[in-house]
């Protein structure tokens, strides 16, 4: 079975822009959660969502959304880039929000 | 609310030497509690989890912990370590295996 992907694999984008990230669970996975990973720090929790429902929110700015589709991939969007949201976004999958979450590679934002 | 300190930042061993990574959580009520690894650019991958039940976990790679609720640790052992263990690992916590808190990281040199 494939495991979670994640795309775009790298992205550079100037502050104030805006910025979509994509990710697909693994199949038969229901929940998707995002992480942030600033270098040198562990992943942070952004978002966990779960049969198209928020499900759980850290303390990110309102700049940061996301969703859930009915195929259960997921969006995180983050508007008006600034140079601290450069990192590391992780997306990871479980089959329901109380179940282990496996990680996809991640997507690598640098915003100038 | 919960938290991780995981104590080194980096920890230098000689290949075939074992290793300890030592993690400290503190949580107000039953945890769940995971080891992950990262390896140079890449998302995380599980080693091992400790749900409940028996107070020491076997993971991949030959990798164990052991829960020790007195002292609120999970410490991550390995009796000899190969160069391809060379990687930064979390100790992570959660309350009901959602959102889920990581520690800082810490990067294990395997030295020749």
């Known amino acids: 079975d494939a495991g979670v992907t994640q795309s775009p694999t790298h992205l550079i984008k100037t502050r104030g822009q805006q910025v979509t990230l994509r990710c697909s669970p693994i199949?038969?996975?229901?929940?998707v959660s995002w992480y942030q990973q600033v270098l040198g720090q562990g992943p942070q929790f952004i978002f966990q969502?779960?049969?198209?429902?928020?499900?759980g929110r850290g303390n990110f700015p309102d700049r940061f959304s996301a969703r859930q589709f009915p195929n259960y991939s997921s969006e995180l969007n983050v508007n008006a880039l600034l140079l601290g949201d450069s990192a590391l976004y992780l997306c990871?999958?479980?089959?329901?929000?109380?179940?282990?979450?496996?990680f996809g590679p991640g997507t690598r934002l640098l915003v100038l | 609310a919960q938290s991780v300190t995981q104590l080194d930042s980096q920890v230098p061993v000689f290949e075939e030497a074992p290793v300890e990574l030592r993690c400290n959580y503190s949580?107000?009520?039953?945890?769940?509690l995971f080891w992950y690894v990262q390896y140079p650019n890449q998302g995380l991958q599980l080693l091992l989890k400790?749900?409940?039940?028996?107070?020491l976990v076997k993971g991949i790679n030959g990798f164990e912990a052991e829960f020790n609720k007195s002292q609120t640790s999970f410490h991550l052992r390995k009796p000899s370590v190969h160069i391809s263990d060379t990687a930064e690992y979390f100790c992570?916590?959660?309350?009901?295996?959602?959102?889920?808190?990581f520690g800082k990281g810490t990067r294990l040199h395997i030295l020749p």
């Open positions: 199949s038969g996975h229901k929940s």
């Open positions: 990871a999958s479980s089959r329901t929000v109380k179940e282990t979450q496996y």
């Open positions: 992570a916590v959660s309350e009901r295996d959602d959102k889920i808190i």
């Open positions: 969502y779960y049969e198209k429902e928020e499900r």
């Open positions: 949580s107000s009520v039953s945890v769940y």
């Open positions: 400790y749900l409940s039940g028996s107070t």
